[in-house]
């Protein structure tokens, strides 16, 4: 058991969420950042934070799946008005799937990326980023903002934008999908280890073959720390000991246990960050 935090869930989204609070603690995470979508999502957030202290870090977000021609801005000034209570502004970004660009136009999501960027920016906050179809739009406006800080979640895009936001310094983060998305796998490959982090996006329901087909949970970031050591042909402590330590520097996290310094093979983590 290790270590481990997931940097991207969704807990107002889980059900039963006292049991996956505890099954989590069970599996060894030290840290959940739980993300808000909108403004109800963002005041469930700040509450589950509260409940969970020292476990739950909360993130505040306006997601471009989730605009709406009135609230946007309520949401905005929610974020600003309660930005110290949070380790980070997401999830936020842009959705070019042609289900999320009917209700919200490309240059709609990005005013309001542009605008929410502004606040992480200020208040010196990384962001936590949404990028589906619309990879090199996304990383340019977040480069531009002048965020010094940023993770692109669940990245399966192409490599040429995954190399720059590399270069950027900026993080890439690993799911479930790990075990089977070809692009998916091939982007986490390509992430070296100094710029990648674990999460589940619970609950997410991820499937491949009948091995995992219900709502994902933040205990189930332990079988991403498994997919992706095979990935990188290196033992989970390696993958382990790294995530970890860049999930605290990314949101400087305050003061958390960690039981771990591993005597891991200096060989394998060489491997695992050459990439």
């Known amino acids: 058991m290790y270590p481990l935090i997931d940097t991207h869930a969704h807990l107002d989204d889980i059900e039963d969420l006292d049991p996956a609070i505890a099954k989590a603690r069970e ?20 509450e589950i934070a509260e409940r969970y202290r020292s476990l739950v870090f909360p993130a505040l977000g306006c997601h471009p799946g989730e605009l709406r021609a009135v609230g946007t801005e309520r949401n905005l000034q929610f974020i600003e008005d309660n930005v110290e209570r949070a380790v980070g502004i997401g999830e936020i970004g842009l959705d070019y799937h042609k289900r999320v660009t009917s209700k919200a136009s490309k240059e709609a999501q990005k005013q309001v990326l542009k605008d929410v960027l502004a606040i992480a920016r200020r208040y010196a906050k990384p962001a936590l980023v949404h990028s589906r179809y619309s990879w090199r739009d996304c990383f340019t406006i977040v480069q531009e903002s002048g965020v010094e800080r940023a993770v692109f979640h669940w990245y399966s895009g192409p490599m040429s934008v995954l190399h720059d936001l590399i270069r950027q310094g900026y993080f890439a983060s690993a799911t479930l999908a790990a075990g089977y998305h070809q692009e998916h796998r091939r982007a986490m490959i390509e992430t070296p280890g100094d710029n990648l982090l674990l999460e ?21 970031v332990t079988r991403v720390l498994e997919a992706v050591a095979r990935l990188k042909g290196v033992e989970p402590g390696v993958v382990a000991q790294r995530t970890t330590e860049n999930a605290l520097m990314l949101f400087g996290l305050p003061n958390l246990p960690v039981p771990f310094i591993l005597a891991v093979d200096k060989v394998q983590e060489s491997r695992y960050n050459q990439n």
């Open 27 to 46: 599996c060894g995470l030290i840290a959940i950042i739980a993300v808000g979508v909108d403004y109800e999502s963002n005041n469930r957030v700040l």
């Open 200 to 220: 589940t996006d619970s609950p997410v329901v991820y499937r491949w073959g009948t091995e995992f087909a219900h709502p994902s949970e933040p205990a189930d």
